[in-house]
């Protein structure tokens, strides 16, 4: 391909373009999970101004058959916010403007989920996003978006009632129930990158109302009981109430990573401390914790401690699966095994199985309303490690085959779907894991608004 004219790119736009090897072409291709650091090259990147700059940028790459996607927080967990095309990086369009007579708040595409709680919170409203203020908002509400108040709240894209969309064609559309409704549903769970580029958002809120919290945790020898135990509260507990559970361990090696295995649960309610107590009195019952901790939070107290930090030095991989029946004892029993075969790294995160509970108001919500189908599921089983730049390839190498043996070994235990937004590049049938039933539906809506596949990546919709 001849090489295209990148200067003359840059001459239609207000914002800035960035070419390799100019001063902030490093910053502008960052990418939040190091294992795919250097793994794209773009051509270039675009810090987009305005909308006019994101329409001008989609129309110049498609005419020079350069390919595009988008950037918001680079936070995809597959790296797949870069490609070595063009990128169009919407950091600049962030503005969160919120309207107290309807209580909607309307997001520019690059908006942080953080940037959204700060101009919501004078105003004590909420939108259910997720565990990290880094994230954007856009990516995270296209592929679902979950948290602690996802059980009362629903999910991040259950709140959405409007998105304006920069096309394949240039054109700017604006989505919700009765103006291109299909469009609007694509983008409920659809995945991010897929459509177009999302300018802007509009949420319904949610009163932001206080909450209590705890953190618990068990011995080892007792994590058996808690997980078993915790699987049998859930379906009962209420709808105010969510919970993570964590079994995970840490170390260099299998020898100093025997001192470090431990189960954990955090969780959150929308009410006071006694009553959370309460609820979780038949865990407690089940194995006297090592430590607990409960304490009555404002819900914005809450919201940034239970933040999930983002160390510098971040090379992970996660594979998920959904649990829609309790994993039985023989399950549970593996898991903890894993656990135990633990090759080492010299990251302090070390691996684990996460179970964040689900159900509730995500469950409520007709798998064909939105494209987000996973509608039928108690918890999101996260399978996860990490490793360091200090780690030898070798080493790499057996953490990511950990990874893998886990999460095929919890195939007889739970489902095959997985959570779109944790993107899974090893995933194998990514159509039916991410969207089940709901994936021709997607493509049908492909192949309206961007027939020719402008916006195309490795687990696109119609790749």
Same mark, same amino acid.
């Given at each position: 391909?001849?090489?295209?004219?990148?200067?003359?790119?840059?001459?239609?736009?207000?914002?800035?373009?960035?070419?390799?090897?100019?001063?902030?072409?490093?910053?502008?291709?960052?990418?939040?999970?190091?294992?795919?650091?250097?793994?794209?090259?773009?051509?270039?990147?675009?810090?987009?101004?305005?909308?006019?700059?994101?329409?001008?940028?989609?129309?110049?790459?498609?005419?020079?058959?350069?390919?595009?996607?988008?950037?918001?927080?680079?936070?995809? &967990?597959?790296?797949?916010?870069?490609?070595?095309?063009?990128?169009?990086?919407?950091?600049? /369009?962030?503005?969160?403007?919120?309207?107290?007579?309807?209580?909607?708040?309307?997001?520019?595409?690059?908006?942080?989920?953080?940037?959204?709680?700060?101009?919501?919170?004078?105003?004590?409203?909420?939108?259910?996003?997720?565990?990290?203020?880094?994230?954007?908002?856009?990516?995270?509400?296209?592929?679902?978006? /979950?948290? !602690?108040?996802?059980?009362?709240? #629903?999910?991040? /894209?259950?709140?959405?009632?409007?998105?304006?969309?920069?096309?394949?064609?240039?054109?700017?559309?604006?989505?919700?129930?009765?103006?291109?409704?299909?469009?609007?549903?694509? /983008?409920?769970? #659809?995945?991010?990158?897929? &459509?177009?580029?999302?300018?802007?958002?509009? &949420?319904?809120?949610?009163?932001?109302?206080?909450?209590?919290?705890?953190?618990?945790?068990?011995?080892?020898?007792?994590?058996?009981?808690?997980?078993?135990?915790?699987?049998?509260?859930?379906?009962?507990?209420?709808?105010?109430?969510?919970?993570?559970?964590?079994?995970?361990?840490?170390?260099?090696?299998?020898?100093?990573?025997?001192?470090?295995?431990?189960?954990?649960?955090?969780? $959150?309610?929308?009410?006071?401390?006694?009553?959370?107590?309460?609820?979780?009195?038949?865990?407690?019952?089940?194995?006297?914790?090592?430590?607990?901790?409960?304490?009555?939070?404002?819900?914005?107290?809450?919201?940034?401690?239970?933040?999930?930090?983002?160390?510098?030095?971040?090379?992970?991989?996660?594979?998920?699966?959904?649990?829609?029946?309790?994993?039985?004892? @023989?399950?549970?029993?593996?898991?903890?095994?894993?656990?135990?075969?633990?090759?080492?790294?010299?990251?302090?995160?070390?691996?684990?199985?996460?179970?964040?509970?689900?159900?509730?108001?995500?469950?409520?919500?007709?798998?064909?309303?939105?494209?987000?189908?996973?509608?039928?599921?108690? &918890?999101?089983?996260?399978?996860?490690?990490?490793?360091?730049?200090?780690?030898?390839?070798?080493?790499?190498?057996?953490?990511?085959?950990?990874?893998? #043996?886990?999460?095929?070994?919890?195939?007889?235990?739970?489902?095959?779907?997985? !959570? @779109?937004?944790?993107?899974?590049?090893?995933?194998?049938?990514?159509? @039916?894991?991410?969207?089940?039933?709901?994936?021709?539906?997607?493509?049908?809506?492909?192949?309206? $608004?961007?027939?020719?596949?402008?916006?195309?990546?490795?687990?696109?919709?119609?790749?």
């Amino acid at each position: 391909m001849i090489d295209p004219n990148w200067a003359g790119l840059a001459g239609e736009l207000r914002g800035r373009l960035f070419r390799p090897g100019d001063p902030g072409y490093r910053v502008a291709t960052h990418v939040r999970n190091k294992r795919h650091e250097g793994a794209r090259t773009p051509g270039a990147v675009v810090v987009a101004a305005d909308t006019e700059d994101v329409r001008r940028s989609v129309l110049w790459a498609r005419e020079h058959g350069v390919p595009v996607v988008a950037r918001s927080g680079g936070h995809s &967990f597959a790296g797949y916010s870069l490609n070595d095309g063009l990128v169009v990086d919407l950091g600049r /369009c962030s503005l969160v403007d919120v309207d107290a007579s309807t209580g909607l708040v309307t997001a520019g595409g690059g908006a942080r989920t953080g940037q959204v709680h700060d101009r919501l919170r004078p105003y004590e409203l909420t939108v259910p996003t997720g565990t990290s203020p880094l994230v954007g908002i856009a990516g995270l509400t296209l592929g679902g978006g /979950c948290e !602690y108040a996802s059980r009362s709240l #629903g999910l991040t /894209c259950n709140s959405l009632v409007e998105t304006t969309v920069v096309t394949a064609d240039g054109d700017l559309v604006v989505c919700n129930e009765t103006e291109n409704p299909d469009l609007f549903w694509a /983008c409920r769970g #659809g995945g991010g990158g897929n &459509f177009g580029i999302n300018v802007s958002l509009t &949420f319904r809120t949610h009163p932001a109302r206080d909450v209590s919290m705890c953190r618990l945790t068990w011995e080892w020898p007792d994590a058996e009981r808690v997980v078993d135990a915790v699987q049998r509260l859930m379906p009962e507990a209420p709808h105010e109430f969510s919970l993570n559970l964590r079994v995970a361990t840490s170390g260099a090696d299998s020898a100093s990573a025997a001192g470090n295995r431990f189960v954990g649960v955090s969780g $959150y309610y929308f009410g006071p401390s006694e009553e959370l107590r309460a609820i979780l009195a038949p865990v407690i019952s089940a194995a006297a914790p090592s430590s607990s901790h409960f304490v009555d939070q404002t819900y914005w107290e809450a919201k940034g401690n239970m933040s999930h930090p983002s160390p510098v030095d971040d090379h992970f991989m996660t594979r998920t699966r959904y649990v829609k029946e309790p994993v039985s004892g @023989q399950g549970i029993h593996s898991i903890l095994t894993w656990m135990e075969k633990w090759p080492g790294s010299r990251n302090p995160d070390g691996g684990g199985l996460g179970m964040f509970a689900w159900g509730g108001a995500i469950n409520d919500v007709p798998a064909a309303d939105s494209a987000f189908v996973h509608r039928d599921t108690m &918890f999101l089983a996260s399978m996860d490690a990490s490793w360091s730049r200090e780690d030898s390839p070798r080493q790499v190498e057996a953490v990511q085959d950990w990874v893998n #043996g886990l999460h095929a070994d919890m195939g007889s235990y739970m489902s095959d779907a997985s !959570y @779109q937004n944790f993107v899974d590049p090893e995933l194998d049938d990514w159509r @039916q894991a991410y969207y089940g039933t709901n994936y021709p539906r997607l493509v049908e809506v492909k192949r309206t $608004y961007d027939p020719t596949n402008v916006f195309g990546f490795d687990q696109g919709i119609q790749s």
